[in-house]
């Protein structure tokens, strides 16, 4: 069986013509207008919204092959760190973060447990149903998810 999450290359192929997620992406990253934090980043498909914005851009991910091409397609652009989106402590404060398409599916498929304690001075945003700590420090803080705001009320 043929594992796209193990060969960069091939997930490229299969993921270059999807766009869908771009106008909502740069929206909030324009509206936050600052640092922004992608979690689960793979080879930056999604980085280049941010980086053509102008913004400083961060990206995350637990594979280094995914990584590397990410340096490869964006140079110094970006910054893209080796780290579990799972359980990370980055020394650098966000107005943006976000883990885009279909890349929380994998804090489920490797965990049932994720657990978030960070500052937020912006918006945060994200397509799972988890149970996450997080303080707002001086922003609003939003999470754009309906069953994730009724979970998080319920916390």
Known sequence: MIDIYNDPELYDALH????????????????????????????GRLAKYIID????????????????KANNNF???????????????????????????NSSDLILVKSNLWHLDMTVTGIFFI????KIN?????????VFNKPLNACLDNI
């Open 53 to 68: 914005l102008g913004l400083p851009y961060t990206g995350i991910d637990n594979s280094r092959p995914f990584l590397d």
């Open 134 to 142: 997080f303080k707002c420090g001086g922003g609003s803080s939003s």
């Open 16 to 43: 270059k013509d999807i766009d869908n997620d771009k106008e909502i992406i740069s929206h909030y990253a324009r509206q936050c207008n600052g640092p922004v934090l992608e979690l689960a980043s793979g080879t």
């Open 127 to 130: 397509s799972v149903v988890a």
């Open 75 to 101: 140079a110094n652009k970006g910054s893209f760190l080796l780290h579990d989106m799972r359980d990370f402590n980055l020394k650098q404060s966000y107005d943006f973060i976000f883990i885009g398409f």
